[in-house]
């Protein structure tokens, strides 16, 4: 019995080590290509995108640091959300000692309609722990932190990264120029993107993350940061959609009310009706990718130049 009830504690003491050890340190983690800890370890950046996996998807990082000498950064989470944004940003500004000559930020429409929540557990892998309670207190605020979600946010998300580290690292690390894909994407054809379901007709807008729009803007303005918002070209399917178009307006409205820069997809010389483009609505193959990431280099070089 005395046995049995000291592998238990022992047990207890590892998972209890294993669980403080994440909160506190996994941003501390010596992950490549890809995170809040990477971008630092690059030192002074031309160009840091900020997104979900829409960038991480239709930005093209070997095309990107060519035209860039690798003075350029995504950093990029799926469903990345504004609200978690702009935490983001403020935990890169606070812990960087380093220079950042343009913050990109994604221009998702949909983002206006998204909940507080926990989208990626990446997000919380790459936070201090002052960072993760921002989040937490915000998630708080819009009614999302029941006990399964405060045991999902603080246990275990994020935990099988930590336990197979070594061996997913360098798997994870070369996916970061291939749109976080182990190989070519390529598009699944047209018959496939137009007969794609999808509704966002019921989307309602969430006023928090709204407000971040602002806050961004603000955050930015403050530090003397030079930034601009970016829309990726979607399939044509989507950008038509009524409710696409109607919180793209609304995005804009916020921007243009702020003088704050903004990039659409329509300045970008790209077919967005071009099947061949995309893998899904909003993610494009990798023949897409590179197309769009040169056409937007060249704007970007613009806007650097103003």
Same mark, same amino acid.
């Given at each position: 019995m005395k046995k049995i009830m000291i592998t238990l504690a @022992?047990?207890?003491i590892i998972i209890c080590s294993a669980v403080v050890? &994440?909160?506190?340190?996994? /941003?501390?983690? =010596? !992950?490549?290509?890809?995170?809040?800890?990477? @971008?630092?370890? /690059?030192?002074?950046l031309d160009v840091l995108f900020l997104g979900s996996s829409t960038f991480r998807a239709n930005i093209?990082? =070997?095309?990107?640091?060519?035209?860039?000498?690798g003075r350029v950064y995504d950093i990029s989470y799926g469903g990345n959300e504004l609200v978690a944004t702009v935490i983001q940003y403020d935990e890169i500004k606070k812990r960087s =000692?380093?220079? $950042?000559?343009?913050? !990109?930020?994604?221009?998702?429409p949909m983002m206006l309609t998204q909940d507080v929540s926990l989208s990626d557990?990446?997000?919380?892998?790459?936070? $201090?722990?002052?960072? &993760?309670? @921002?989040?937490?207190?915000?998630? &708080? *605020?819009?009614?999302?932190t029941d006990l399964s979600m405060m045991y999902e946010y603080f246990i275990t998300s994020g935990m099988d990264d930590l336990v197979t580290f070594p061996v997913t690292e360098p798997f994870y690390s070369t996916r970061y120029y291939k749109g976080a894909k182990t190989g070519e994407t390529a598009s699944p054809g047209k018959e496939v993107l137009e007969n794609e379901v999808f509704d966002i007709s019921g989307e309602e807008y969430v006023d928090a993350q709204i407000k971040a729009v602002s806050d961004i803007i603000k955050k930015c303005r403050d530090d003397g940061q030079a930034f601009v918002f970016v829309e990726s070209p979607c399939y044509r399917r989507l950008i038509e959609d009524p409710k696409y178009t109607e919180c793209k307006k609304r995005y804009i409205e916020i921007l243009e009310g702020q003088d704050a820069p903004f990039i659409l997809a329509d300045d970008v010389d790209f077919d967005c009706g071009d099947p061949d483009l995309f893998e899904d609505m909003n993610h494009m193959s990798a023949k897409g990718r590179r197309a $769009?990431? @040169? *056409?937007?280099i060249k704007i970007l070089k613009k806007t650097e130049d103003k």
């Open positions: @022992a047990a207890l050890f &994440k909160n506190v340190y996994s /941003c501390e983690m =010596p !992950v490549k290509n890809r995170g809040i800890r990477d @971008a630092i370890n /690059c030192g002074d093209d990082m =070997p095309l990107m640091d060519e035209a860039y000498d =000692p380093h220079d $950042y000559g343009l913050f !990109v930020f994604e221009l998702g557990s990446r997000v919380i892998w790459d936070l $201090y722990w002052e960072g &993760k309670k @921002a989040l937490w207190e915000r998630m &708080k *605020e819009s009614g999302n $769009y990431t @040169a *056409e937007l």
